[in-house]
Nanobody
Framework: QVQLVESGGGLVQAGNSLRLSCTASGRVFSTSAMGWFRQAPGKAREFVAAISWSGGSTYYAASAKGRFTISRDNAKNTLFLQMNSLKPEDTAVYYC???????????????????WGQGTQVTVSS
């Protein structure tokens, strides 16, 4: 079992940055592939970024590529999402997710993940 808690959300102006964190507890974090997803009001939850258990492989949605960076610190059981050049359309609840995985795999589909955090709100004003 893995418990996930996101933090770092808030209200920022367009063009600014935020760093989200996701702290994991429970079973071994370092053997879990991780991902970030988001859900805007009235829209379905969508993939943002993913990272392999080692951190050696990452993948981004087109909307995030070049602006967001996913990373992890396995020693601290923490996943990060650095978000730069934020836009109003980035406004959403952001969720981290985890699944056990070996090898250099990342996962982009929600159904691939077994564990989810409660989400943190990010609001970007224009």
């Amino acid at each position: 079992q893995v418990q996930l808690v996101e933090s770092g959300g808030g209200l920022v102006q367009a063009g600014n940055s935020l760093r989200l964190s996701c702290t994991a507890s429970g079973r071994v974090f370092s053997t879990s592939a991780m991902g970030w997803f988001r859900q805007a009001p009235g829209k379905a939850r969508e993939f943002v970024a993913a990272i392999s258990w080692s951190g050696g492989s990452t993948y981004y949605a087109a909307s995030a590529k070049g602006r967001f960076t996913i990373s992890r610190d396995n020693a601290k059981n923490t996943l990060f999402l650095q978000m730069n050049s934020l836009k109003p359309e980035d406004t959403a609840v952001y969720y981290c997710a985890a699944r056990y995985s070996s090898g250099s795999y990342y996962y982009t589909a929600q159904d691939n993940y077994a564990y989810w955090g409660q989400g943190t709100q990010v609001t970007v004003s224009s």
